[in-house]
């Protein structure tokens, strides 16, 4: 059992940054390859950015590619996400996840196995 608990949202004008943080609980974090998504008002929930178990790996989606930056620190059981020029699209709620099989990440929600709670993320225009 994997508890999975973000932080770090909030509002940000266009242009800006933040930085999302998840914490977990469990002694074997690094046996999970870890993910973020999102999910907009009136819209399924998304693929942003993924990382295998060792840190070693990393998927991005298009929409986020050269603006968002996962990285893991298993010492610490945290995954992070830093978001950099943020646009008014960005604007969601922002979960973390936790998938088997750590050397795969994956794009599908319903191929992670834990969620947090979620975070909102606005950007304003």
């Known amino acids: 059992q994997v508890q999975l608990v973000e932080s770090g949202g909030g509002l940000v004008q266009a242009g800006g940054s933040l930085r999302l943080s998840c914490a977990a609980s469990g002694r074997t974090f690094s046996s999970y390859a870890m993910g973020w998504f999102r999910q907009a008002p009136g819209k399924e929930r998304e693929f942003v950015v993924a990382?295998?178990?060792?840190?070693?790996?990393?998927y991005s989606a298009d929409s986020v590619k050269g603006r968002f930056t996962i990285s893991r620190d298993n010492a610490k059981n945290t995954v992070s996400l830093q978001m950099n020029s943020l646009k008014p699209e960005d604007t969601a709620v922002y979960y973390c996840?936790?998938?088997?099989?750590?050397?795969?990440?994956?794009?599908?929600?319903?191929?992670?196995?834990?969620w947090g709670q979620g975070t909102q993320v606005t950007v304003s225009s």
């Open positions: 990382i295998t178990g060792r840190g070693t790996h990393t």
């Open positions: 996840a936790a998938k088997s099989a750590a050397g795969l990440v994956s794009v599908f929600p319903k191929e992670y196995d834990y």
